[in-house]
């Protein structure tokens, strides 16, 4: 999301528990906070397009812009690019309309779901079917924590937790280290000059 003023913090926050997922965008020296349309919006109002007499970008941008606030008249008096842009930005940040995004944002979705936290939210979810995503996203860390161990129990698995490998410390041997991945630098002299 970039840079976001302290004073917006508290209203991003609020939008968050709201809308789930916000963005920003900064468009001509203006920063435009918004959310993407949910599938049903996305289908509902461009299923409207061409039997209603209402702009559909000025119907998107009511639903979805958060900050600063949708006034036809105040959007009217910006330049054409501005708004464009603007509404081009919503309109691709929800997806819907973009076949090779849809297909690389569920790869990109399905690679992730390998990670520690992932695979966290996954067996409480199995556990506790009731839950929604939104519920344990608003968890706290102890809850979280508690939630995974129940899981556990209930389940009667246990995560398989991997730390990462250590950082070795200290000087490192790079003869040593280099003969395990190329056997012939044993055979040359690394000393000859070059020219």
């Not at 968050?16 to 920003?24: D, F, N, P, R």
């Not at 344990?136 to 129990?153: C, K």
């Not at 991945?181 to 070059?194: A, E, F, G, I, S």
Request: charged share 30%; net charge negative; with cysteine.
């Amino acid at each position: 999301m970039g840079n976001v003023s302290a004073k917006m913090i508290p209203r991003v926050l609020l939008w968050k528990k709201e809308h789930g997922s916000i963005y920003c965008s900064k468009i001509a020296e203006n920063e435009y906070f918004f959310r993407a349309l949910s599938r049903n919006e996305y289908l509902t109002i461009f299923g409207m397009q061409g039997k209603s007499s209402h702009d559909i970008g000025d119907i998107v941008l009511k639903m979805c812009l958060l900050h600063p606030e949708f006034d036809e008249e105040t959007f009217n008096a910006k330049l054409a690019g501005e708004v464009d842009s603007l509404l081009q930005c919503i309109i691709s940040t929800s997806g819907f309309s973009e076949t090779d995004r849809l297909i690389e944002d569920i790869e990109k979705e399905r690679g992730s779901l390998g990670t520690l936290e992932n695979q966290i939210i996954i067996l409480i979810c199995k556990a506790f079917p009731h839950l929604k995503l939104s519920d344990i996203n608003n968890f706290t860390y102890e809850e979280l924590m508690r939630h995974l161990a129940i899981s556990e129990a209930i389940l009667e698995v246990k995560l398989n937790i991997e730390k990462p490998a250590a950082h070795k410390e200290g000087t490192i041997d790079f003869d040593a280290e280099n003969k395990d991945v190329d056997p012939t630098l044993r055979q040359r002299n690394l000393k000859t000059p070059r020219g």
